[in-house]
């Protein structure tokens, strides 16, 4: 039995985070994933493949349905244990154009964003809204004062969709290189809550 007058009050529990389930951004609505969009979230990997391949480790020819709908299952354990907060990126007609992840991946106070768009919608600002308003619902989770993107130093589509989200680069780390394209080196890239000076 513990004590009253023995807890130590200075620790502070985090609060759990309250992701909204629904993220409006412009042209784009971000929605949690759910196993009912496995055959939409298939097809836009499988016609992206060619974009995709060269820069993530998880894209290839053997992808399959079966390894989407695992994802979309571990997607959902995931948000449930307030571990990532996966959204499928859609357009007005709930075509299925991308992915964006809020991770927690290192200290507390940080989310990290993860994202890739349907080679047909590329070019089009989807990604940039998409990520700059998924940082901005990460920063309004309790006890987050930033958010970050990293990307390899060779990715300039990547560095174009970052700068405009609002995001300021602050430096870069070696990475281990898991994707054909990867170059080793990533640049780190950070958006802060303004109210925290």
Request: charged letters at 25%.
């Amino acid at each position: 039995m513990v004590r009253l007058d023995a807890v130590d009050r200075s620790v502070k529990i985090p609060k759990r985070p309250e992701m909204p389930e629904t993220v409006n951004a412009g042209p784009i609505t971000q929605q949690p994933w759910t196993v009912d969009r496995a055959d939409d979230l298939d097809l836009a990997i499988n016609q992206s493949l060619p974009e995709l391949m060269p820069s993530m480790a998880w894209a290839s020819p053997a992808h399959n349905l079966e390894d989407t709908t695992s994802y979309l299952v571990q997607s959902r354990s995931e948000w449930d244990s307030d571990e990532n907060f996966g959204y499928a990126m859609l357009t007005r007609r709930d075509d299925c154009v991308g992915a964006c992840t809020l991770v927690s991946r290192r200290e507390q106070d940080v989310f990290e964003i993860g994202y890739w768009v349907h080679s047909a919608y590329a070019g089009k600002g989807h990604a940039t809204v998409a990520v700059s308003a998924l940082a901005e619902a990460g920063l309004g989770q309790p006890g987050i004062d930033r958010v970050e993107i990293c990307h390899d130093v060779d990715n300039r589509a990547s560095e174009r969709v970052v700068a405009k989200a609002g995001f300021h680069e602050v430096g870069s780390l070696r990475a281990s290189k898991m994707a054909p394209s990867d170059s080793g080196t990533h640049r780190v890239w950070v958006r802060r809550d303004p109210h925290l000076g």
